[in-house]
């Protein structure tokens, strides 16, 4: 019972020691590998428009640059060679530059070359009067607008976790969608060109796949991690990501698929990439849920991304080559599967060879500190638990294994009961010999009908020799 225990417990260490490796392999990334694998290939999206506006206050015609209107999102690129997925509402603004912000940058020219000199005209410089000073403003836009010429001027931005800048060109657009009744039916996508390069990439799942509880992750630059007053300039380069769960799988009005996520998201995560478990993209986050009112806030929990699949549907006229992982993401993800299998000066290398393909991107120069680190100081190894339960279960399985021999050695010519009365049936009628100690034979005075009582102490002084024995028949032995 003791043997069997032991090696039950040893072939328990076994598999909780050696099924780790194998089992490792069948859950997938880990969440820092998935994370990891995904982020790089995230970028800050940046609509500007400026623009020079000529203007007459009454004093002569001058040009006045008013702050150019900047908004902000989210991308990624889906080709390495230098293409890259957003919303269309994120660079709408300098795709298609509404005429409302066209307007709204004149009025800021206006207002920063006329308004000061019109108050101080008016006796209004005090600051106490704003209803005295709102009829100033409202005059004086009235008077120089109809005669102002704006010169806009829009540039779409991509910008790499590095801090380089790239100019992007918008090679395909599909507006945002709209609740306005016969709006054309818009899938709020841009597919922009930036400089040739090797750039981080992101694969597509197969977002038909999809099932709801299925883990999600989104990555984005949220605004108020943007204009975070207690962050440094080094937030806004570097992507956040929040986690959840496909929470459903919905509709619009035009009839196009949507995935629901309970994942959070804010103004600033548009265009951001969903990943699965695998760091591939099953989703593209396009619009929130705002709470009922003219300036709703966001309501968490109810966001949604435009499926794998409709992206793949939408550059599939343009020369995009999809799931091509490209020179930086070949080392990238090799480096990673070394660090996290403990090969640090194989994770070293190649998060150097990552940096000369692509530089200063945040997180591979972070692994890079990372790897050298544990390079110069390793951590200690591990108690090995998975060998220890190796030796001890072969110990077990050969110390189980020599008394099994033992016992045979001991027990290969006993013959049971049962084999006795199968001899006699047969009509070979063994000849029973009781041969068991004298002591036992006093103390159990069992007596064998037919028996030939031949004790030890009489094959030790050769009454043995002194029987007639038939040799023809089986002769068997009840011994102690």
Known sequence: MIRRFAFSLSLGLLIGAGGAVPARAELGLSVQETVLRAKPATALIISEVSAAVALNCGGGSQTVTPSAFRETGTGWFIDPTGWVITNGHVVQPAHETPRWLVNQLAQRAVTTACLASALTAAGLQGGDRPDAEDAVRRRVLDKVLPSVKVTITPQISVVLSSGKRLKAEVKKYSPPASTEPGAPSARDLALLRVPEGNYPVLPL??????????????????????SHELLNESASLDASMTTGAVS?????????????????????????????????LVGVLTFVSLAPGAEGSIVQG??????????????????????????????????????????YKGAKRKF?????????????????GEAGEKVKNPPPKPFPWFWVAIGVTLLSAGGYGAQVGIRWQKNRYRVGPSEVFRLAEAGKKPMIVDTRQQKAYDEVPIKIPGSIRLSPEDLKSGAVDSLDLDMTRPVVAYCT
């Open 248 to 280: 459903g799988l919905k509709r619009d009005k035009a009839n196009h698929p949507f995935i629901q996520t309970d994942a959070s998201a804010a103004w600033g995560n548009s265009g951001g990439p969903a990943i699965n478990t695998k760091a591939e």
């Open 205 to 226: 799942a197969d977002s038909t796949a999809v099932q709801i509880g299925d883990p999600i992750r989104i990555f984005g630059f949220p605004g108020v991690v943007l």
């Open 302 to 343: 109810f966001n949604f991304a435009i499926p794998a699949e409709t992206v793949r549907n939408f550059v599939g006229d343009q020369p995009v080559k999809l799931n091509q992982p490209g020179k930086f993401n070949q080392v990238w993800f090799a480096g990673l599967r070394d660090f996290f299998t403990e090969d």
């Open 352 to 368: 150097e060879e990552a940096d000369k393909i692509q530089p200063g991107l945040v997180d591979v120069r972070r692994m890079l």
